[in-house]
Nanobody
Framework: QVQLVESGGGLVQPGGSLRLSCEAS????????MGWYRQVPGNQRELVAF???????DYADSVKGRFTISRDNAKNTVYLQMNSLKPEDTAVYYCNAKSVRTLREDWGQGTQVTVSS
């Protein structure tokens, strides 16, 4: 089982920046597709961004040009750099790991991001 530990959430003013981190353990990090999702109460969890083992990335249209996902295989960690934050980015952000070998998915516990003045 993959354990995922997120950090970096918090309160930030509109236009500000935050960086989320997610450290994985319990498996071979380099075979994981790593993603960030977010969820607002009453809404479905939505994909924000993902990075595959080869480093390829994709983003939700709503965050393109503002968020950057990256991974450090030596540290078993994936990052989400969030710039130009907007109130509508407020949500609980979840780290997701999917093995390309087994297709098993695991989730982190979530970290709250609040964008407000």
């Amino acid at each position: 089982q993959v354990q995922l530990v997120e950090s970096g959430g918090g309160l930030v003013q509109p236009g500000g920046s935050l960086r989320l981190s997610c450290e994985a353990s319990g498996t071979i990090f380099s075979i994981l597709v790593m993603g960030w999702y977010r969820q607002v109460p009453g809404n479905q969890r939505e994909l924000v961004a993902f990075v595959n083992p080869g480093g390829g990335t994709d983003y939700a249209d709503s965050v393109k040009g503002r968020f950057t996902i990256s991974r450090d295989n030596a540290k078993n960690t994936v990052y989400l750099q969030m710039n130009s934050l907007k109130p509508e980015d407020t949500a609980v952000y979840y780290c997701n790991a999917k093995s390309v070998r087994t297709l098993r998915e695991d989730w982190g516990q979530g970290t709250q991001v609040t964008v407000s003045s």
